[in-house]
T-cell receptor, first 112, second 111 residues
Framework: EDQVTQSPEALRLQEGESSSLNCSYT??????LFWYRQDPGKGPEFLFT???AGEEKEKERLKATLTKKESFLHITAPKPEDSATYLC?????????????FGKGTLLTVNP | NAGVTQTPKFQVLKTGQSMTLQCAQD?????MYWYRQDPGMGLRLIYY???????DKGEVPNGYNVSRLNKREFSLRLESAAPSQTSVYFC??????????FGPGTRLTVL
């Protein structure tokens, strides 16, 4: 069974204080790993897709990296507007490749 | 492009009442999904439709039915609502090969 574990559950940072969120996964063949941002009362908003170990993607202050067992979302010099819940999900290759398995998310709060 | 739209945004039901949640997408995607999101549980797949005319059960299908009306629309029906179905419901779509895009959600309370 595919599993995704995100840590920490919650993270509080000061503006400008860089940090990383972790997503550990177990999947029988990785088709893709996805990062989403979710603001309160809104639907998940797509950020990145990573397909293979060693791959990295960047968007503004966010950088996502992937190994064979985990992914990191690095946040450089965060601003209060980066406050949100960040969700990680995996999609397996093979017969059930339609299915996304989500972690429970990391609630990030950035204080000014 | 509106992306994925959902109606209604909020709904309160009494136990035993029925209702249909509507979802539409304008991205010409083949696949559509219904998820529920509960505190501490993450997003869980209820039903999935790979293409018009096909539907399949996800992780938590009990108490729900779905209809893929056409390529754009995918509805979720609660025949006899229960308090355990109080949740936030999200519809999503993708092209069948990659990233899923989500709607804004329907917040349902069953009393």
């Amino acid at each position: 069974e595919d599993q995704v574990t995100q840590s920490p559950e919650a993270l509080r940072l000061q503006e400008g204080e860089s940090s990383s969120l972790n997503c550990s996964y177990t999947v029988s063949g990785l088709r893709g790993l996805f990062w989403y941002r979710q603001d309160p009362g809104k639907g998940p908003e797509f950020l990145f897709t990573l397909y293979s170990a060693g791959e990295e993607k960047e968007k503004e202050r966010l950088k996502a990296t992937l190994t064979k067992k985990e992914s990191f979302l690095h946040i450089t010099a965060p601003k209060p507007e980066d406050s949100a819940t960040y969700l990680c999900a995996v999609r397996a290759s093979g017969g059930s490749n339609y299915k996304l398995t989500f972690g429970k998310g990391t609630l990030l709060t950035v204080n000014p | 492009n509106a992306g994925v739209t959902q109606t209604p945004k909020f709904q309160v039901l009494k136990t035993g009442q029925s209702m249909t949640l509507q979802c539409a997408q304008d991205m010409n995607h083949n696949s559509m999904y219904w998820y529920r999101q509960d505190p501490g549980m993450g997003l869980r797949l209820i039903y999935y439709s790979a293409s018009e005319g096909t539907t399949d059960k996800g992780e938590v299908p009990n108490g729900y039915n779905v209809s893929r009306l056409n390529k754009r629309e995918f509805s979720l029906r609660l025949e006899s609502a229960a308090p355990s179905q109080t949740s936030v419901y999200f519809c999503a779509s993708d092209a069948g090969t990659d990233t899923q895009y989500f709607g804004p959600g329907t917040r349902l309370t069953v009393l």
